[in-house]
């Protein structure tokens, strides 16, 4: 079974700062995607940044990238000069195949609250 | 830009009684996903629609749930004789074509269920 570790239940980070988000995984199939999901308090979850197994570069999105080093299974988010809106809890999930079935349903870690602070 | 959408965004209901949910997809997503996220918890996985046929269910989802996409266009879940132990967010997802790399589910604003 696939798993997400997200070991940093919440971080305080000064606004303007840069903040990296840790986020390890486990699986055995070698085609996967990662993904980090923004979910403010209102409960939507809000997509940031997605990163396949086989892409050699690291994804980008405006303020955020993915540090994503394969053979540690760790897919780091890096929110560059954070704001006061960044305020928020930040998952990271990945995509499993269910075999015969074409699901690609996510498993999602437990989150971190990130707070950032004026 | 029309997100997906679900309705009501809160419900409060005593034990027993059932509740409908319901979730309208991006309008050319043909997959559609309900996730369940508890207190301090990630999403949970529920059931996935591919059109209008469901063709995968948690173990999480218990007899008294059921989900319907009929036509392939908005879908329901019910929950019969709820319990207090099914108080939760619950959150449908949309996403284009299994063939795509980046095959990204939208999520919609969830609904709130508090059973009483």
């Known amino acids: 079974a696939q798993k997400i570790t997200q070991t940093q239940p919440g971080m305080f980070v000064q606004e303007k700062e840069a903040v990296t988000l840790d986020c390890t995984y486990d699986?055995?199939?070698?085609?996967?995607?990662l993904f980090w999901y923004k979910q403010p308090s209102s409960g939507e979850m809000i997509f940031l940044i997605y990163q396949g197994s086989y892409d050699q570069q690291n994804a980008t999105e405006g303020r955020y990238s993915l540090n994503f080093q394969k053979a540690r299974k760790s897919a780091n988010l890096v929110i560059s000069a954070s704001q006061l809106g960044d305020s928020a809890m930040y998952f990271c999930a990945m995509r499993e195949v269910s075999r015969g079935f074409g699901n690609e349903k996510l498993t999602f870690g437990t989150g971190t609250r990130l707070t950032i602070i004026p | 830009d029309t997100g997906v959408s679900q309705d009501p965004r809160h419900k409060i209901t005593k034990r027993g009684q059932n509740v409908t949910f319901r979730c309208d997809p991006i309008s050319e997503h043909n997959r559609l996903y309900w996730y369940r996220q508890t207190l301090g918890q990630g999403p949970e996985f529920l059931t996935y629609f591919q059109n209008e046929a469901q063709l995968e269910k948690s173990r999480l989802l218990s007899d008294r749930f059921s989900a319907e996409r009929p036509k392939g266009s908005f879908s329901t879940l019910e929950i019969q004789r709820t319990e207090q132990g099914d108080s939760a967010m619950y959150l449908c997802?949309?996403?284009?074509?299994?063939?795509?790399?980046?095959?990204?589910?939208?999520f919609g604003p969830g609904t709130r269920l508090t059973v009483l």
């Open positions: 699986t055995s199939d070698p085609s996967y995607g």
């Open positions: 997802a949309s996403s284009l074509d299994p063939g795509m790399r980046t095959d990204t589910q939208y």
